[in-house]
């Protein structure tokens, strides 16, 4: 096991061992385990070592983000929502426990997110705020809750390209973004405009990797159900064909790394990190 | 209209003066009104004016106290939890638009109550941190939640009257409680404990005063289906009788009008609030 991973697992131990023993406890043990990435923890804690600091005091804000990040895919993959049944290589919650429990879980992960925020031991309140300005806008009414809204209200009508992809950046990049920020403002920087352009299209880019990687490979590699696909929603790669959205691919590496450079990011530990979302052996 | 009426609506509309048009915005706009009682926004705005300071830069935090309550309400009433399909006098949100909606409604509303309290204006990062952990701590994991977990889990069994008192003291309590240190906390208070304590009996006499008017009277009256009673929930009534419970209800009474007078809250706007909610003429 990494260091990474042995310090997440970790931290989420910590945030279990603050529960009273109940049905939910288990039920949220279950929905944060499993074979999840942790792309957006990781991006927020390599930007912190890339800045000079000590990413361990800043697990709980990672788990925070990687909380958020569940409780979007427990409510995503409820019967009235997606209706996945698989998630992370084994059954979804509502499916391994009951419906109510999957609601209850994705409430209990939102809430706890900023309750992980607030009760950082060494954060300036000032830095909280702008935390937790930054997640609330991300995920709310005007980021990833509408950005689901959008894609639900989408199904079977004609959208435009456009349409298309700002519902998949609210939908997965806002998210995104407020993880590199999150970095960007532990790390105390002051400017933060250069970090929302990176973190676009860093966006567009791994929404465009999954519906590229959706439509060439299997479902079961995927560890998911492959709903997209089965509900015949519109795709930036339906839109554009496969070799035109592989140029796009492509275009979307450049202006990244052009980021990382006018971020003087070149050669850290982010880098790295981005590197292999670009090549998506992450 | 009374002044509070008409600045509450001015805040609601402000709140969602700031989304794009969609289905979004027209279900919460839905979901917030109606014949609530506000009484979260109340008693944290009354306590407000009683310690000498002018409610009205306020209001949008009385807003994220009802967002959360709105949101907590939506998803107990969808058909995987109580199942109910009226409320504040008209049909339920998943009634009046579907499931997927009531449920992105609920998400919405809790999140954007964070980024309510978080963008205030006139409060200091100190505050907005003391606000956000008391809030999230209420009615995340260990608070609102919990509560709503243990009820699902007792329907059918036999619970003591201790573990009633618990779960409805986190399902209803805990977000009165917030509500009243959220004036705490507006006002710069130091110590919070007299103010928990009135809270908790608040909270227990509210919750009795429930299941006495659902022993007492029709469904109809109270605007809201009679669920609880047709799922044969055990409630402090049910378990003392109705002559025991009201002697209960009275002795709430004495202890929360201790509290005020420990406060030296006598003879202001916020005991005038109390002394409605002891009447239920509220």
Redesign the interface.
Known sequence: MTKFNELFEQSIQNYLN???D????KA?AYALSGTGKRLRPQLMLSLIASRGLSPESFYSLALALECVHT?SLV?DD?P??DDDSMRRGKPTVHIAF????A??V???????A??L???HTSL???Q??QL??T???A????GM??G???D??SEGKNVSLNELEEMNQLKTGKLLEASILFGAIVANESSFEDYKMLAHHLGLLYQLQDDLLETLEEATVLGKSKSDTVRNKPTTVTYLGLEKAQELEKDYHQKIRQSLFKLDLEHTLFSTLIETIIQRSY
Request: aromatic share 6%; glycine share 4%.
């Open positions: 603050k529960f009273p109940s049905s939910l406890k949220i409780y409510h409820l009235a929502m009951d419906e109510a429990t609601i209850l994705g409430d209990a992960l939102l809430t706890d900023f309750s925020i607030s009760e300036s309140p000032d909280k705020v937790i300005t997640l609330s806008n995920i709310g009414s005007r809750v509408l689901q809204v959008l639900i209200a």
